[in-house]
């Protein structure tokens, strides 16, 4: 019997219930496995249940895997992570000769986003896609999404290219030199990337989505490696944590390099290393990665200062993995529960000035060209932000606050010196101003037709609908907003930038991972 941990078995019981699939978790304290269990169902048409050695897509949590394949190269001599990505794959435009592969390791190449660039030209998550469907997307791309170098900017483009410099360094795909230098040295035996479709993996699970009482299977045949596509379990990762501690594969400086921070051009530390997630909670060093794809959901949380890690690996689409393992870890741990968030003196003096006031419905601005919406619900106030919506809600200091993907923000309205409503939010040591828009109120469906990119397949459809706008944005139809002037804003947050006269017939994508790409519309009005 797999040993057990009665406060994590009540976290989780609320997938037992009934044949729904769930989770597979695993607590590591002093490398050893002090929890390891299963939770629902890894395969409901076979009735087959999730354990401990049920395998798992554990989607962007791979990329460790990614970073340690590309530094145990850099270690031998094999390539410097200083080189140029087109040095190893030359397959890329000249433009990208700036981008370096520390750059891509932490998220500072700035290039665009292969998966939105190949669902614009038309792709399901559910059809197969292969590795030279991505590489010919991301070569026929123009520009950059962002400088190189100068800011974040999470990549899977980056990951995928690190994958394709493993193996032309190697000479071995990564699924192949993983698997011999990383998972068989290690006792990974239930670990593998897969990288052609259809799989065959015993004991795995399914991947699903839940609505309601609904279940229906969720899955992908993209065979792109390095930004995911490694399938393991419990113990094979608890094998891997152990790597951390005591380097098997390896060596401590590897290691060092992998829990090293990237740096910004301008010298900011973006909190991010070798794969991996480099933070603080409860005041103690976190080290963790989570991911997310079709109907898997997957975190590995470790505080290395206790030597504890926590394992969430599920098979549905509705799980926050990254929310249950913080809720594991202070069971596990005896944390106590986040103190309510300090607010940084901005928003404390805001809220004593005489520019405090209830936030208005409508939509701001960031000054990264960010959106979000302040909505009225019939239940109160909500903000619209990237693609879900969050319940405002007022604090005891009568600040505001709301939780999005696990982290609490704090927020306060205020007018400002240029007269304008303004929406602060704070997360940790850094506020986000965002400004009203004001009145631009353009004939949206002046904008309507069909267009077409030089640098993407397929066509994105403006249709008119009734005085509005909408798109159908990756599998999802989507109402288009006047934001600022020159700004039109899908729900989801998504920009596109259009011109003075919409009879010009063009718009550019001005949002995070496609930022430059420009699309014209076909037989322009005059």
């Not at 140029?84 to 290039?111: F, I, N």
């Not at 998966?115 to 070569?139: K, P, S, Y």
């Not at 094998?239 to 390896?250: K, M, Q, T």
Request: hydrophobic content about 40%; overall charge negative.
């Amino acid at each position: 019997m797999s040993p057990r941990f009665p406060a994590v078995d009540a976290l989780f019981e609320r997938f037992t219930q009934g044949m729904q699939p769930g989770c597979a978790v695993g607590v590591i304290r002093d490398g050893a496995l002090v929890h390891a269990a299963g939770y629902g169902f890894a395969d409901i048409e076979r009735s087959e249940g999730i354990d401990a050695d049920t395998a798992f897509n554990i989607a962007s949590t791979s990329k460790q895997f990614t970073a340690f394949a590309l530094l145990l190269l850099a270690r031998d001599g094999r390539l410097s992570l200083d080189d140029s990505v087109r040095k190893h794959v030359p397959d890329l435009p000249a433009y990208t000769e700036a981008v370096t592969l520390r750059q891509l390791m932490h998220h500072l190449g700035g290039l665009r986003s292969y998966i939105e660039l190949l669902l614009l030209g038309g792709r399901t998550f559910a059809e197969r896609t292969t590795r030279e469907d991505a590489l010919r997307v991301i070569a026929r791309q123009r520009g950059f999404d962002d400088v190189p170098g100068h800011a974040f900017a999470y990549s899977n483009t980056g990951y995928f290219l690190m994958s394709l410099v493993v193996e032309r360094v190697s000479g071995r795909t990564l699924a192949e030199f993983s698997q011999a230098e990383i998972f068989a040295p290690l006792g990974m035996r239930r670990t593998s990337i897969v990288d052609r479709y259809p799989i065959d993996i015993a004991h795995s699970a399914r991947g699903y989505a839940v609505k309601e009482t609904a279940v229906k299977l969720s899955e992908s045949a993209w065979e792109q490696t390095g930004d995911g596509q490694v399938h393991t379990t419990i113990g094979d990762l608890a094998l891997w944590d152990a790597n951390f501690y005591a380097p098997r594969v390896g060596d401590a400086q590897l290691i060092a390099e992998m829990l090293r921070a990237g740096v910004s051009s301008d010298g900011h530390d973006v909190g991010y290393g070798g794969g991996l997630f480099l933070s603080r909670r409860h005041g103690l060093a976190t080290v963790s990665h989570g991911g997310g794809w079709a109907g898997y959901r997957s975190e590995l949380l470790r505080f290395p200062e206790l030597r504890t890690s926590v394992i969430v690996l599920a098979n549905r689409e509705d799980v926050d993995a990254c929310a249950l393992a913080q809720k594991v870890a202070q069971a596990v741990l005896d944390l106590p529960e986040r103190k309510q968030a300090e607010p940084l003196p901005y928003l404390t003096g805001l809220r004593a000035g005489p520019s405090w006031t209830a936030p208005a419905p409508g939509m701001y601005r960031g000054a990264a060209g960010q959106y979000l919406r302040v909505l009225q619900e019939n239940d109160g106030l909500a903000i619209a932000w990237g693609s879900g919506k969050y319940p405002l809600s007022l604090r005891d200091d009568e600040l505001l606050q709301f939780t999005a993907g696990g982290d609490a923000f704090i927020a306060a309205s205020y007018v400002g010196d240029d007269g304008r409503q303004h929406f602060a939010a704070q997360l940790d040591d850094e506020v986000a101003d965002h400004v009203s828009v004001g009145d631009w109120a353009p004939d949206l469906a002046a904008f309507a037709g069909r267009y077409t990119s030089e640098e993407c397949d397929g066509h994105i459809e403006l249709r008119a609908d009734g005085a509005g706008l909408e798109v159908d944005q990756f599998g999802a139809t989507r109402n288009l907003h006047a934001g600022a002037e020159g700004d039109l804003v899908t729900d989801a947050g998504v920009v596109l930038r259009v011109p003075p006269r919409a009879e010009d017939g063009t718009f550019v994508f001005a949002s995070w991972g496609l930022r430059g790409l420009t699309y014209r519309r076909r037989n322009p009005r005059t």
